[in-house]
């Protein structure tokens, strides 16, 4: 599988967070085992905080986001610590490429994600190769990008939404920063000006695979120099090429997987509803309650990650009073989760993270999405490739216990749930070719690799 051992030194620079740093990592792992040097590039803050494992083949520095002593909380506003991180993180990113170079590990080219525009300023600066890895599905960056160019006008009107290479969309499919106009406008202007500077980027690499999205792929590909490299998921669960990466490798919690597997180890081939909704976003109260009384009322065998700050949120007495048919923990080694012979069914917040995971893995979906791309995610689930039902939310955006009980009935014992089951079993054979050796994703890989070796896609000096 390694190309030979080359002289090309990439630095990847994520977004510091988990599913923005997951993604890009398990890429990495596959530069590597293909002869390229990598060095990842945390903040102070996460690296202090980070478990990482200790067989790693990738070498890791720290920039500063000007929060060495804490994450985005310790800023006045989110606002404020992408400003501060621009600042910041462009002067100790520069520092850093100087470092390596004068400690003879010259960088030839920068992995950037591209909610961090300024990475590519600071890598142009020194005349490296670029590439902005994209952490969202090829659709919801196509929608950012037709905002960013004033071909799609906000705030939305109520027809439906035609762009090219996609579905058509009704309002409430896009990214929630886009279709409810006005809310997090920090958030929404990261997203959108992802587009201001990419055109500036040697390649545009994204973590799905081709036939994952072959029309919104095909369009993008004529705006940029586009390689689609997923699913970008440890390679035990797909090809098995690369040994040891059992993982992600980075946790920000402190993983401990005992207490799921051995419970899911007791319990009958697909029994199991396994409930998550990824480690960014608070849930409210009221949408953990009807969580509660659907998985009480549908008396199937539950796993659901409750996340330790909103513990509280749960009914009194609802974890004893389930304790036969369910476990509640607050944090689930997610893969080996999914991977579990007695999962049957996951209700998921629609992170493409988790939705990439469960389609690899063949886990048919519950999709209850909340915010960010997470419904454009869950259009997908239910209506492209069909291997999940969507949950819909009440006007209050909570999803109703009668809308959850329904949805995963339809997935344990329905008719639909049987197809929703045969998709699943098409999509993670298809996902297991992208990755696997001579697949589109290995291909897309081997290619970037030549060229970065060869010098080809090197920049005008």
């Not at 070498?59 to 600042?87: M, P, Q, R, W």
């Not at 207490?259 to 109260?285: H, M, R, T």
């Not at 659901?304 to 048919?325: G, H, I, Y």
Request: charged content about 20%.
């Amino acid at each position: 599988m390694t190309m030979g051992s080359s002289k090309v030194h990439v630095l990847a620079l994520p977004f510091p967070a988990q599913g923005h740093i997951n993604p890009l990592l398990q890429f990495c792992k596959r530069l590597v085992a293909k002869g390229v040097k990598v060095t990842f590039v945390n903040t102070v803050f996460l690296s202090k905080s980070m478990h990482t494992d200790p067989k790693r083949s990738i070498n890791f520095e720290t920039i500063s986001d000007g929060y060495d002593d804490g994450d985005y909380a310790a800023a006045e506003s989110f606002e404020a610590y992408v400003e501060k991180f621009a600042t910041v993180g462009s002067k100790t990113l520069a520092d850093l490429i100087m470092k390596l170079e004068d400690d003879g590990k010259p960088v030839q080219a920068v992995i950037y994600d591209p909610h961090l525009t300024w990475a590519l300023d600071v890598a142009k600066q020194f005349g490296l190769v670029t590439a902005a890895f994209f952490t969202q599905m090829c659709a919801v960056d196509s929608i950012y990008y037709h905002v960013y160019h004033g071909l799609l006008s906000v705030p939305l009107s109520d027809s439906p939404i035609s762009l090219p290479g996609l579905p058509l969309l009704q309002p409430n499919e896009t990214p929630s920063f886009i279709y409810l106009h006005g809310s997090y406008p920090a958030y929404r202007h990261l997203q959108v000006n992802q587009f201001s500077n990419v055109d500036q980027a040697d390649w545009v690499i994204l973590n799905i695979f081709d036939k994952l999205e072959e029309d919104a792929v095909n369009w993008m590909a004529r705006l940029w120099r586009v390689k689609t490299v997923g699913p970008t998921v440890p390679s035990m669960y797909l090809d098995k090429r690369l040994e040891d990466d059992t993982g992600y490798g980075i946790n920000l919690f402190k993983p401990d997987s005992s207490l799921c597997i051995n419970w899911l180890d007791n319990q009958p081939k697909d029994s199991v509803v396994y409930v998550a909704f990824g480690s960014w976003i608070g849930i409210e109260a009221e949408q953990v309650e009807e969580i509660a009384s659907a998985l009480m009322e549908i008396g199937f065998r539950f796993l659901w990650v409750v996340r330790a700050l909103e513990k509280e949120k749960l009914p009194s007495n609802f974890v004893d009073e389930t304790s036969e048919k369910g476990l509640v923990v607050t944090w689930s080694p997610q893969l080996e989760v999914l991977a579990h012979e007695s999962v049957a069914c996951f209700v998921t917040h629609c992170g493409l993270n988790s939705v990439m995971e469960a389609l690899s893995l063949g886990v048919p979906m519950v999709a209850a999405p909340q915010l960010t791309d997470q419904p454009t995610n869950a259009k997908f689930i239910e209506d492209v490739w069909g291997v999940g039902v969507r949950a819909a939310a009440d006007e209050k955006g909570i999803v109703r216990r009668e809308t959850l009980v329904s949805c995963i009935r339809e997935i344990m014992e329905g008719e639909k749930g049987k197809q929703i089951k045969e998709n699943g079993i098409k999509w993670k054979t298809l996902a297991k070719e992208a990755i696997d050796e001579g697949g589109s994703s290995d291909r897309n890989i081997d290619e970037f690799v030549a060229e970065l070796i060869s010098g080809a896609g090197q920049p005008d000096a």
